[in-house]
């Protein structure tokens, strides 16, 4: 049977869960959840983040609460001390997120459907990766999740800018589980000198005006040549399947567009 009352404060296994045809099973959204579209309007939304609304969460009388990072730690204890079952995954890399949507799909019953779907986007993911053993003109690429402070990509950006066909100009961060560990500089970025410029600003749209006019940049040759895109976070920065269904096809099309071009 699984769980029959589930909340999630997060996106990630909302989408999960709408795309194994368990829906019905949900009961609470977060007020960010955009995968998929007609879940917001289905759902009641309980939570932001970091916190959320308890007295609407204990209203649902859920059976199990799925969330994600550490960041929603206070809040997971404060579910957990009302006596709630809370699971919290934490996932930095690809492997991890492909790993936790196998447990959602156990979790409510669909264990051979959830293969299906893993096994296809890994299939893809062999695919592309043997497709860039091919290359040698791969492109430098910088990610730049935050711009005060100047924060790089998290692991699984780091692995899907490599399957993408790009070398990850700070990749050895990559590791850092905290973002206030991959804090960089401006002149951090110009030593780098990156091919691309891609943006995905949590929470907010990228201020292109300020990417363009960063005065440290100015010699950098995505500046120089305008490869500066801005991908969409929740297709990237959200751990889950939007990632492989949308998230690494884009980086790879950019990408693509970007090798055409300088060719």
Sequence with gaps: MGPERIVCITEEPTEMIYLLGEEERIVGISAYTVRPIRAKSEKTK???????????IESLKPDLIIGFSDIQGQF??????????????????????????????NIVGQTEKTNELINSWKSSLLEWS????????KPKVF?????EPIITGIQWV??????????DVFESLK??????????????????????YL??????????????????????NAIQTNKIYEIDPSIILQP?????????????????????TKL
């Design 240 to 260: 889950g399947p939007a990632l492989f269904l949308e998230g690494i096809p884009k980086l790879r099309e950019i990408i693509n567009e970007s090798i055409v």
């Design 199 to 220: 943006g995905s600003w949590c929470g907010k749209a990228m201020d292109w005006d300020w990417v363009r006019n960063k005065p440290e940049w100015q010699t950098v």
């Design 76 to 105: 997971a204890k404060d579910l957990i001390e009302r006596g709630f079952n809370v699971l919290i995954f934490n996932q930095r890399s690809i492997p991890e997120i492909l790993n936790n949507m196998q447990i959602i799909g």
């Design 143 to 147: 990610f730049q999740e935050w711009d």
């Design 158 to 167: 780091s692995e899907a800018i490599q399957m993408a066909g790009g070398v």
């Design 175 to 196: 590791f850092k589980k905290m973002a206030k560990d991959r804090i960089i500089t401006a002149e951090d970025v110009r030593e780098q000198n990156p091919d691309i």
């Design 130 to 137: 043997k497709e860039n053993q091919l290359r040698t003109n």
């Design 46 to 56: 309980v939570s932001a983040f970091i916190s959320g609304n308890i007295k609407k």
